[in-house]
C-alpha cells in the first residue's frame, strides 16, 4: 500500500505542480490514449505477491487514468472487484496470469463494455480460482467454455476498447 500510496500521490493525485512520469518505451501508447495531450502514468506491480489486498489497496489510490499492469500478483475476486469500482481510472488494465475465474472474467468484460476510455485489456494465461489451473476458452480443444461469449460480447460491444489479449486461453 505505501508504494501505491507514494507512486498516486506523487504521479496522479498529487498538487497542481504534481507531472506523470512514463517510461520511455510507453510514452508513445500515452500519447495514443490521451489524443496526443499528455502523458498517462504507467504503474507495473506485476509478479508481486500482491494478492487480493494489495490490489485493494492499489484500487483504493485510483483517482484519474492511468495504465496498470498486475500481471500474476494473486489479483482474485475481491482485488477485482476493488478495481471494477474504479474502473473509470484506468485506461489499460493488464491482469494475465490471475486466478480470476469465470466469473471474474464476465464481470471484467461487463465493466469494460461501459467505459469508454478503457482501450487495452490483458486477461492472458488467467487461471481457475478454485483448481489454479489454466483458464481455457476451449475446455476440450472444440467445445467453447462459458468465457467465449462475454469475451465476444467485450469486442464487439466496447466503445474504446482497441486491445484485448487472450494469449494463452486455448484459442486454437
Known sequence: EM???????????????STARVLPDAEDESRRYTGGRGLLPYLNLSHNELKDVGVEAVARHLRRRVRLQLREVGCGRAGLQALLQQKQSLCELDLGMNPLGAVGVNNLCRAVQGCRDW?????????????GQSLGLFEDGSKPSPLATPLASCLRQAPGLRELDCGGEGLW
Open 3 to 17: 508504494i501505491a500510496g507514494a507512486f498516486f500521490r506523487e504521479q496522479v493525485g498529487g498538487g497542481s505542480s
Open 119 to 131: 482501450h487495452s485489456l490483458n486477461i492472458s494465461s488467467l487461471q481457475d480460482l478454485d483448481t
